[in-house]
C-alpha cells in the first residue's frame, strides 16, 4: 500500500555552539552545495520555501507533499545534513494558505534570441480551430489522448503524453495570455529526457489567421530558450515535434479527430 502523501516543515539545525559565525572555509563549501540542492528541489516543487531565521538561528524548510519516507532519503542526502553541519527535525503540516509566487527559476536567466517558428493552414473556421486549441476536448482530437485546459490567465495548459507517472507531459504549465481567436500564449517544457532542463518553462505563441471562411493559418512561435549545448538539444527535439504537432492538427480537420491507443 502506498504511503500517504503529506507536507512538512523541517528545522535545520547547527551541531555546535557560534553557528554560523564562525563557519569554517570547509563549512562554507558544504553551504554552497547545500545551496544549490535545495535551489534544484525548489525547480523541481518538491519545496515550497525554505532560508534561513534569525533568533533563534536555524533553517526552515517547507516541503511539499510527499510520502515521509521520500522526505528521509531527501534529508539524509542534503549536503549539510550528510557533512556533520546539521541535524533537522520533521513536522508534519499543511499549508493552507500561500500567496501566489513566481519562482526566479521558473524560466531561463538571461534567455537567447533564438525562436523556433512553425504555421500550418488548416481547412477550418476561426471559430473550429480556435476551441480546437483552447478547450480540454479540442486538444483531445489532435494532440494527445488526455489533457487539462482551462482558457483563463493562469489556467492549466497540460498535455499528457504518458498514461501514468509524476512526469506524463506538461504538467504545471500555465495559459499566459490571448486573444480571442486571434492569440493564444502559454507555457511548455522538455521530456524527462531533457534532464534539469524539464523543469525550466520556455513560452508557446499561437497566432491564428482567418484567411477565408473555411481555412485559417496558425503560426506557432516557441521561444525564452538558455543558452548551452543542453539547451540546444532541447531546441531540436521541438523542431521537429513542433511539425508533428501541427501536422495532426491538419490531419485532424482533413480527415476526423485522431483516435488515440
Not at 521558473?106 to 533564438?114: G, I, K, L, V
Not at 505563441?205 to 538539444?233: A, I, P, Q, Y
Amino acid at each position: 500500500m502506498a504511503e500517504e502523501k503529506q507536507q512538512y516543515m523541517v528545522r535545520l539545525l547547527g551541531t555546535r555552539d557560534g553557528w554560523p559565525e564562525n563557519m569554517t572555509a570547509e563549512e562554507q563549501k558544504i553551504m554552497e552545495e547545500h545551496y544549490q540542492y535545495l535551489k534544484d528541489l525548489t525547480i523541481k516543487k518538491k519545496i515550497i520555501m525554505a532560508g534561513p531565521v534569525f533568533d533563534p538561528v536555524f533553517g526552515l524548510i517547507v516541503f511539499n507533499a510527499m510520502p515521509r519516507n521520500e522526505l528521509q532519503a531527501i534529508m539524509d542526502k542534503e549536503p549539510s545534513v550528510a557533512g556533520g553541519v546539521h541535524t533537522y527535525e520533521i513536522s508534519p503540516m499543511r499549508v493552507s494558505l500561500l500567496v501566489n509566487y513566481i519562482s526566479p527559476f521558473r524560466y531561463a536567466e538571461n534567455p537567447t534570441d533564438a525562436a523556433l517558428r512553425k504555421e500550418v493552414v488548416v481547412p477550418a473556421t476561426i471559430d473550429e480551430v480556435w476551441e480546437t486549441w483552447t478547450t480540454t476536448g479540442g486538444v483531445k482530437t489532435f494532440f494527445s489522448h488526455d489533457a487539462k485546459v482551462d482558457l483563463r490567465i493562469g489556467g492549466p495548459f497540460e498535455i499528457y503524453f504518458l498514461r501514468e507517472g509524476e512526469q506524463r507531459g506538461s504538467e504545471d504549465c500555465k495559459i499566459l495570455s490571448y486573444l480571442p481567436k486571434k492569440m493564444l500564449s502559454f507555457e511548455w517544457n522538455g521530456t524527462p529526457a531533457h534532464g534539469e532542463l524539464r523543469f525550466i518553462k520556455t513560452i508557446v505563441v499561437l497566432e491564428f489567421e482567418e484567411l477565408s471562411d473555411d481555412e485559417v493559418r496558425v503560426t506557432l512561435t516557441h521561444h525564452g530558450w538558455g543558452k548551452g549545448e543542453n539547451w540546444t538539444g532541447v531546441y531540436n527535439y521541438f523542431d521537429k515535434a513542433w511539425a508533428y504537432v501541427l501536422g495532426n492538427l491538419k490531419k485532424r480537420f482533413e480527415e476526423g479527430p485522431l483516435k488515440w491507443q
